[in-house]
Each structure stands twice: as C-alpha cells, then as structure tokens.
C-alpha cells in the first residue's frame, strides 16, 4: 500500500506539485558536467523548460543563473539572479553573486550598475571579501586612492590568506606607490 501511495502522491498528477521531473532534474544536474558543454547545455536546456513551466519556482531559477553563468552566458545569467533577488532581497550569497555577474556581464568593468549592486551586496555582508575589493578597484578606478586602500585593507582584515591575500596587498602595494609619487610631484 506505501508503494502505491507514494506512486500516486509523487506522480505528476498535481499532488506531488511535479516531484518525479524534479528528480529527474537533479540526476541530469549530477550527470552534467561543465567540462563537457554538449550535455551541460542539454541539462540547462532542461533547466530552462522547467523555468518556463513554473516561473515562481526559485530553485529552479537559481539553477538556471549558475548554469548560465557556469558557461560564460553572463547576459543571461544577470535577469535571473535580478529575478532571484526580488524573492530572496537580503540573501548576502545571492547579493553577492547578482553583483559578480554583472561585473563579469559588464566586461569586467565597474559601472554604475554594478557599483550599486556591490554596494547591496556589502550592505547584505559587509565581510564580503570579493565585494570589497572590488569596490577598492572601483575607488582606484576613480582616481581615489586613499579610499581604495581602505577598501582593500578591509578585505584583507576578512582572514583571507594564500593567493587571493597576496593579490590584494600586491595592488595595495601599487597603490601606495602610486599615492607616493602623487605626494612627491606637489
């Protein structure tokens, strides 16, 4: 009798809201690999079905950004974390990873978009490493270098360490330079 039952709760009847194509859906996940882009697109094409069926499922939507943004298609990952970030608007991980995407969108670049979603984001965790440096780049990029060495020496308070650390204090260093030569020619 369980058998049958759960035959009949989890069957895509309307009881199971769509359970047995969510598993479904999570095995072509495990199966997909990025290294392998024909069945990685396979899967997102998937994803994107399921999307289209039910638009107010953010599970589904999230998978959709990451894969987007796995394979590089950050323009089409950017509507999906700003859909995302409707339902869930302090959630400091999405926050974060909404303000990445349009960086990487925007060409590696800080514009106005993506300083405003840097700054949602440091609002939403204001330990966010990646967040603060890059507001310190978007400082430096503005010719405010004090301000940048700010930004920077705080992401460096976070606790990180190994490469990600060294890169940090290598632009510190720059900057420093940078500010000293600008001190020595007034």
Excluded: C
Excluded at 138 to 160: C, P, R, V, Y
């Amino acid at each position: 009798l369980v058998p049958v039952t759960a035959f009949f709760v989890y069957s895509d009847f309307g009881l199971g809201r769509g359970a047995m194509p969510d598993v479904e859906l999570a095995k072509a996940m495990l199966e997909s690999d990025v290294a392998d882009p024909a069945s990685y697109r396979y899967f997102i094409q998937q994803v994107e079905e399921r999307v289209e069926e039910r638009p107010d499922d953010p599970d589904t939507r999230f998978l959709l950004a990451r894969g987007y943004a796995s394979l590089g298609a950050y323009a089409k990952s950017v509507p999906e974390y700003k859909k995302l970030l409707e339902y869930f608007p302090d959630d400091p991980n999405l926050s974060s990873q909404y303000a990445e995407t349009l960086y990487m969108a925007d060409g590696k670049k800080i514009t106005s978009r993506v300083l405003v979603a840097v700054d949602r984001a440091l609002k939403n965790h204001p330990q966010d490493t990646t967040m603060l440096a890059l507001r310190g780049t978007a400082s430096a990029g503005e010719g405010d270098i004090s301000s940048a060495l700010l930004w920077l020496n705080k992401a460096l308070q976070t606790g990180i360490t190994g490469q990600r650390a060294e890169m940090i204090e290598s632009a510190m260093t720059r900057l420093k330079g940078q500010e000293e030569a600008g001190t020595s020619k007034q």
